[in-house]
């Protein structure tokens, strides 16, 4: 993807030397970077299992609502601040907070955001290793023939060994770093604007034999039948965590790919198009998952387990299973891949600048520590199977709730407050260049931040 000959321009720039960042060679190369940034394993692992342990369609209604009232606003404000100072998120936030004359502590934001960035890059890589484990066993026909209760064995074996999955951890990290310091060659990037669609693809194709197979219509209304009763604090905050996460917001991710955004592109209508992506493949995931888990009577709230337990006993159950499994699991690896990459990109240039560093000294430490990290979340399947924060959280839900949680939408309001009521008025209206300013401006600088706070107070009501 253009995505890697930025990156590898990148490297040319000296760490003290003011140039501005490098750019997107075209409005459809930053379309397709940002989208595969977005659509990740939050669309196809993590929104099912969540939709599933909150209530179904309670989640699904509020995480849209939040799409639209947070979500879009503040992916077009990080966007825009990214291309207005065209820096790491840090110097960014320093630099254009000092021409409005404010604090230059607003750069602690951007600080705030790598901080989120670093946990989730840490667990995003574990469940990335078990995508190559699993596409190794769909390929060598390990789930042929099998029957719902043995494909849930195997997922049980499979997490007992922490070995195996230091390994698939380790190897993942190292392609995303990869990746980051050398850049990538022309025919992964030629691959890569392949896979994204192909990935939709499949999708469909697995919502279409959920849809023979299943129970489709228990799935339907699992998934939308909408009964405002069962909304509690915990979904409500669940759902905007996962708003956040989905779209890659709220930790300057955004505003990094927004800082190589070339002037003449229309930021509002781009980011229409990756939400409204990233959107459409969180629901073909969960029309191709849930109606299998009815079918075979799995537990919707069974967790991290769910799509690796669902849809295996598809491929199990198909024609050329193993084939369509190993094509499944390899699309789903390259999705991760262009999220991790997205997780560690903002990390490494800020520190590359911050810390005047190598990009690739930046690199490997970004990669050593969130590796480390990572290693807390892999043992809590096995060895730390029993520790349990207050009798309930173990070291994986604690990795991957207070991130998604907690930091991101704290991030996103910060983000929401610098555009709205940070930068002037005439920096942002030049910037989108819209017909859509006024609407965009009053979302965020009263619907996003209210919204937000509100969300964060439901459970005192
Ligand atoms: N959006 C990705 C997914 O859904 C994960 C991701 C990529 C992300 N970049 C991010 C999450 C930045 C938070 C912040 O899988």
Same mark, same amino acid.
């Given at each position: ?76 404000? @990080?966007? $825009? ?7 790491? %998120?840090?110097?960014? !936030? =320093?630099? +254009? *907070? ?87 060659? @022309?025919? $992964? ?7 994204? %669609?192909?990935?939709? !693809? =499949?999708? +469909? *194709? ?256």
């Amino acid at each position: 993807m253009m995505l890697i000959r930025v990156m590898n321009d990148m490297t040319q720039i000296k760490p003290n030397n003011a140039v501005l960042l490098n750019q997107w060679s075209s409005k459809w190369a930053f379309i397709l970077a940002a989208t595969g940034a977005a659509v990740g394993l939050g669309n196809i692992w993590r929104f099912p299992y969540m939709a599933g342990s909150h209530g179904g369609s309670a989640f699904v209604v509020l995480y849209l609502i939040f799409v639209l009232i947070l979500g879009l606003p503040i992916m077009i404000a @990080e966007i $825009l601040i990214g291309r207005r100072a065209r820096k790491n %998120p840090v110097d960014a !936030l =320093i630099t +254009l *907070a000092k021409q409005s004359k404010r604090s230059k502590y607003w750069g602690l934001l951007g600080w705030w955001g790598a901080l989120a960035l670093l946990l989730v890059l840490s667990f995003y890589s574990v469940v990335s290793g078990w995508s190559i484990a699993y596409l190794i066993k769909s390929i060598s026909g390990q789930f042929n023939g099998l029957n719902a209760d043995q494909v849930n064995h195997v997922w049980h074996q499979f997490l007992s060994n922490p070995w195996r999955l230091l390994g698939w951890h380790t190897l993942f990290m190292a392609l995303t770093i990869g990746v980051i310091i050398r850049g990538v060659h @022309e025919g $992964l990037e030629k691959a890569t604007q392949f896979m994204m %669609p192909a990935l939709y !693809l =499949i999708l +469909l *194709a697995l919502v279409i034999y959920a849809a023979c197979v299943g129970n489709f219509a228990k799935a339907a209304r699992f998934l939308f039948d909408f009964n405002i009763n069962t909304i509690t604090s915990s979904v409500v905050i669940a759902a905007m965590g996962h708003a956040f996460f989905t779209l890659a917001l709220g930790a300057g991710a955004m505003l990094t790919y927004g800082a190589y955004v070339p002037k003449n592109v229309n930021i509002a209508q781009t980011v229409f198009i990756v939400a409204a992506l990233d959107v459409l493949v969180a629901i073909l995931a969960g029309f191709a998952i849930f109606p299998l888990v009815f079918a075979h009577h799995l537990s919707p709230s069974a967790g991290p387990g769910l799509m690796f337990v669902a849809l295996p006993i598809a491929f199990a159950d198909i024609p050329g299973g193993a084939f369509v499994g190993g094509l499944f699991f390899l699309l789903l690896l390259f999705a991760a891949w262009t999220s991790s990459i997205n997780l560690a990109e903002p990390l490494v240039i800020t520190l590359q600048y911050r810390l005047k560093v190598k990009r690739k000294t930046a690199a490997v430490l970004v990669g050593v520590f969130a590796w480390s990290i990572g290693i807390g979340s892999l043992l809590s399947f096995n060895l730390w199977k029993d520790v349990k924060f207050f009798h309930t959280y173990t070291v994986f839900d604690l990795a991957t709730n207070i991130p998604t949680n907690i930091i991101l939408p704290i991030g996103g309001l910060g983000f929401a407050l610098f555009a709205g009521w940070v930068m002037k008025k005439s920096a942002t209206r030049s910037e989108l260049n819209s017909k859509l300013y006024p609407a965009w401006r009053f979302l965020i600088r009263y619907i996003a931040p209210a919204g937000i706070f509100i969300v964060f107070i439901t459970p005192f009501l």
